[in-house]
Structures are given as structure tokens and as C-alpha cells.
């Protein structure tokens, strides 16, 4: 028998939890479950957005592009619109991304309640087959890390040959985890991927936490016509990542990879 780890459908995972429980979700804490969740908890989940969005952009002034404005925005995995609904307020367009319908409809709802009108929704694959316009800023975060590595790499370079000229990405990867630290952080090739559920383990979809190879996704950006970067260490749990902010060249103008 194989040593081969199979995957599990992440996107039906996904799915599931969009219908279930979207906010615990998006953000694993007690407070954001559906059958808890108040008003209070409900605007702390936005106002985390709000805080991860100013973040965002004081790294891109203060290390890429101090001038820097973006017109059009695409968040990749957007969930429910945590980061969305304030990624919104700063461009004319912004369009959220993501493989779950359920979550698609309720960031609608939640883009609604905060009277805005410039948000649009789009259903993910693996090909990006209804992103048909550039971008000039792309954000993803804590999304990643639950799409199998050989299928988050060909979305990660599909959505760079999408960024504008002179746009800026701000991607968060996983990379290791903690307890690899005997073999400095390098994850044994046999051994799944997999956390135990995002809550206790038996009602909850399983999720997967994939760590990709860094220098895997530096050659796609390189490739794609970045020039320069700025990263940010993350640690959630154990789970070491890195958030890349990057800025394309005036003159990038990579190609869409052949569709297996």
C-alpha cells in the first residue's frame, strides 16, 4: 500500500462550514460560533478585519509603495467578508473570492448591513475560471494553508498572472509547524497534514493545515515579475507562516500556466 496521504475534499469541507458554522470558521474561538454569537462578538469579528486591513496597508506604505492606492481588489478565500468589508472601503471595486457558496452569500449579507455597493462575489476553482479582469491589490489570509499544496501552488500563480502592473499581493502561507523542531522545522514526507478539526473533534468538518515550501512560492512571485518583498512572521498555534507583501514591476506580464 501507499505511503501517499490522500486528501480530503477541502472545498466540501469549506462548503460545510459555510453552512454550518461560517464565523467559527473564519476565526476558531468560542464567542464566533453561530449558536453563541451575539451583536458584541459579531462587531469584534469586523473590527478584527478592520484592524488586519490597517495592518495591510502600513506594511505596504511604510516597506513597498508609500504612495500606493489601490482601485481594485480581489480577496482570495474571503469567508463571510471579515477583511473584505474594510478592503472595500478603500478601493472603487473590490471582489471577494471563495470556493463556498454559503459563505459567499452570507459575506453578501454582512457587505449589505455595512452599505456597500461596490462588492462583487465570484465562485473559486482551482483555474480561476470567473476571475476575467487584473487587479491592482490581491489579499489572502489563513486560506491557503487549508488547500493541498500541489493545488494551492497552481491558484497562488494563476492569481499572480491576474495582478496588475505595479499591483500589490499580501499572501499568507504556512510553512512549518513547532513540532518539527527536531528536524528544524522540515515535516516528515509521510505524515498527514492534517489538524484534528478546527473545534472538538467529532461535529466539526475536518480542516486541513498544509505547509507549503517557501521557496516554491518565492520562484512563482520572482517568475511573475516581482521585484521586491517584504515578510512578517505568523504563529498561530504552532502553525508558523509567513505573510508575503509584494509589489509587481511596471512591466511583469507573466503568463497563465497550462490547465492540467
Given amino acids: 500500500m501507499s505511503n501517499t496521504i490522500l486528501d480530503v475534499n477541502t472545498d466540501s469541507a469549506w462548503e460545510e462550514w459555510g453552512s454550518r458554522d461560517p464565523y467559527f470558521g473564519v476565526l476558531t474561538h468560542p464567542r464566533f460560533r453561530r449558536s453563541a454569537m451575539t451583536e458584541q ?6 473590527e478584527s478585519g478592520r484592524f488586519h486591513v490597517q495592518y495591510l496597508m502600513k506594511i505596504i506604505h511604510d516597506h513597498l509603495d508609500a504612495n500606493f492606492r489601490p482601485s481594485a481588489i480581489l480577496d ?3 469567508g463571510v467578508g471579515r477583511t473584505l468589508v474594510s478592503l472595500a ?8 473570492l471563495d470556493v463556498s457558496t454559503s459563505m459567499l452569500k452570507e459575506a453578501a449579507r454582512n457587505c449589505d448591513a455595512h452599505g456597500l455597493s461596490n462588492v462583487s ?3 473559486s476553482d482551482d483555474v480561476l475560471s470567473s476571475v476575467t479582469q487584473t487587479f491592482d491589490m490581491m489579499h489572502s489570509c489563513i486560506v491557503f494553508q487549508h488547500i493541498p499544496v500541489e493545488r494551492g501552488r497552481l491558484i497562488f500563480q494563476r492569481l499572480l498572472a491576474r495582478l496588475a502592473p505595479r499591483g500589490v499581493g499580501a499572501f499568507q502561507f504556512l510553512y512549518s509547524k513547532t513540532q518539527y523542531a527536531d528536524t528544524h522545522g522540515i515535516a516528515p514526507e509521510t505524515r498527514p497534514a492534517r489538524s484534528g478539526g478546527r473545534g472538538p473533534v467529532g461535529p466539526d468538518p475536518e480542516i486541513q493545515m498544509n505547509p507549503y515550501h517557501m521557496n516554491e512560492i518565492l520562484f512563482l512571485m520572482q517568475n511573475a515579475g516581482v521585484q521586491k518583498f517584504y515578510a ?3 504563529d498561530h498555534g504552532g502553525e508558523l507562516g509567513l505573510f ?11 503568463s497563465l500556466p497550462n490547465t492540467p
Avoid: E, I, M, W
Fill in 41 to 46: 462578538d459579531r462587531y469584534a469579528f469586523f
Fill in 76 to 78: 482570495f478565500g474571503c
Fill in 89 to 96: 472601503t478603500l478601493a472603487d471595486r473590490a471582489v471577494g
Fill in 121 to 123: 462575489f465570484l465562485k
Fill in 232 to 234: 512578517d512572521f505568523t
Fill in 244 to 254: 508575503l507583501f509584494f509589489q509587481k514591476s511596471q512591466s511583469s506580464n507573466p
